[in-house]
C-alpha cells in the first residue's frame, strides 16, 4: 500500500533532453509537494500544489514546469536538462491542518551526463 | 539569518549515549514543527511532532521554545540504528509553507 509513489526511481539522460517525473498519493491530501535534494543533501523545495492550484513557486528556473491533473498527482516536467540539475527529487504529500506532517516518496535519482 | 538553522555535525557518539540537537527558527509566525529522520539515499521520514508542551516517544524527546524561536531533539541511550541525519522542520504562513533545516548528521559508534 504505497502511500507516496513516483516514478522512476532512477532516471540517467544526457544534457538537453527533456524529461518527466510523476508522482501519485492515495492518502486523500489536498496538498502535494516537489522538493530537490542535492550533492550538498540540503532539501529545498521547488513547488506545491494545493488541490490542483499551484501555491509555492521559489526559484526555479522556467524549465522545470510542475502539473497537476487532479489533487492526488503531481508531475514534473523538464526541459533541456543541464548538469546542475543532477539531484534527487522527492515528492510529498499533506493536508493544510496545523501539525500535519509531509509524506515522502521514496525519490527519483536524477543523473546528468 | 537563515529561515531555519541546524549544525550540520557530524556527532559521532558511542552507544548508549545520550545526544541532543537544536534547531532555531526565524519566523515568529511558524505553527508546526517537527523532527524527520533521512537515512542515506533514502526519502526523509517522519520522526515525530513537536508539541507546544514537549512530547516524548520511547528514547525521543522534543521540545519547543517559542520565545527563544528553537526546537530541540533528545535521544537518550543511542543505538547504532540512530545513525543518520535528523532534520528540524518548519511550517509556516498561510499556505502553509514548510521550510527544512539542513539537517544533522548522527553516528552512533560501537
Known sequence: ?113 | RKEVEQDPGPFNVPEGATVAFNCTYSNSASQSFFWYRQDCRKEPKLLMSVYSSGNEDGRFTAQLNRASQYISLLIRDSKLSDSATYLCVVKAGGYQKVTFGIGTKLQVIP
Open chain 1, 1 to 113: 500500500d504505497t502511500a507516496v509513489s513516483q516514478t522512476p526511481k532512477y532516471l540517467v539522460t544526457q544534457m538537453g533532453n527533456d524529461k518527466s517525473i510523476k508522482c501519485e498519493q492515495n492518502l486523500g491530501h489536498d496538498t502535494m509537494y516537489w522538493y530537490k535534494q542535492d550533492s550538498k543533501k540540503f532539501l529545498k523545495i521547488m513547488f506545491s500544489y494545493n488541490n490542483k492550484e499551484l501555491i509555492i513557486n521559489e526559484t526555479v528556473p522556467n524549465r522545470f514546469s510542475p502539473k497537476s491533473p487532479d489533487k492526488a498527482h503531481l508531475n514534473l516536467h523538464i526541459n533541456s536538462l543541464e548538469l546542475g540539475d543532477s539531484a534527487v527529487y522527492f515528492c510529498a504529500s499533506s493536508t493544510e491542518q496545523e501539525l500535519q506532517p509531509q509524506h515522502f516518496g521514496d525519490g527519483t535519482r536524477l543523473s546528468i551526463l
